[in-house]
């Protein structure tokens, strides 16, 4: 599986972004999905996840409630819609692939099995 993360930009404070990870290959529904961040200076961290079928998700308390991630199996792709940005979101955002989701959640990076190559997300106060 490979990972194509797209959508990362330059917003306001407020705004929003949604991001993008295509995958290749015919396994994609077979893995749980997520979305990591690494700001300047600080290690990288989990933001969210969601299961194969898309039927769970799973949020990191900082962004409950602004960011929503879903997931497409028809196109091979899962989405980060990501609302009321704040400065502290300002990070590069890496989609991860696990068939462990229980790791991935509980943000054991080696558990990732595949990684897209991050994209720039960084917002203006």
């Known amino acids: 599986v490979q990972l194509q993360a797209s959508g990362g930009g330059l917003v306001q404070a407020g705004g929003s972004l949604r991001l993008s990870c295509a995958a290749s290959?015919?396994?994609?529904?077979?893995?749980?999905m997520g979305w990591f961040r690494q700001a300047p200076g600080k290690e990288r961290e989990f933001v969210t996840a969601?299961?194969?079928?898309?039927?769970?998700?799973y949020d990191a308390d900082f962004v409950k409630g602004r960011f929503t991630i879903s997931r497409d199996n028809a196109k091979n792709t899962v989405y980060l819609q990501m609302n009321s940005l704040k400065p502290e979101d300002t990070a590069v955002y890496y989609c991860?692939?696990?068939?462990?989701?229980?790791?991935?959640?509980?943000?054991?990076?080696?558990?990732?099995?595949?990684w897209g190559q991050g994209t720039q997300v960084t917002v203006s106060s």
């Open positions: 991860a692939a696990s068939t462990a989701l229980e790791k991935l959640v509980a943000g054991i990076e080696r558990a990732v099995e595949y």
């Open positions: 290959g015919r396994t994609f529904s077979s893995y749980g």
């Open positions: 969601i299961s194969w079928s898309g039927d769970n998700t």
